[in-house]
């Protein structure tokens, strides 16, 4: 088992781990309290993803540093104008519908 992200805001641990186990990753989460931000700063204590097969991990790891790179460019958030659903800056269509920006 190896760790292959850890974050104050479990907020985020909690969507990195969807998306791996979506990607067919098996996942644990460790100190996973569900609140938002873990009260105490202690970076030991902040909420961690593990990856059940350490074969898994170099894909794991490549998945979250997409996943982060996507946030890091940051392209504003764009209204959908069929659905009115607000959709994340880096997808040309409504996660939605599948209206073209
Ligand atoms: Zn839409």
Redesign the pocket.
């Known amino acids: 088992m190896q760790q292959v992200f850890t974050h104050h805001d479990s907020a985020m641990v909690g969507l990195l781990n969807g998306i791996l186990k979506e990607s067919g990753i098996p996942t644990l989460l460790k100190n996973w309290t569900g609140s938002n931000i873990v009260e105490i700063p202690i970076p030991s204590l902040y909420p961690s993803i593990f990856v059940m097969n350490d074969a898994d991990a170099p894909e794991a790891r490549q998945i979250i540093d997409e996943y982060l790179s996507h946030k890091g460019n940051e392209l504003p958030d764009w209204t ?6 607000t ?1 994340d800056g880096y997808l040309s269509e ?6 073209e920006r």
């Open positions: 959908c104008p069929a659905c009115g659903s959709v409504c996660w939605s519908c599948q209206t």
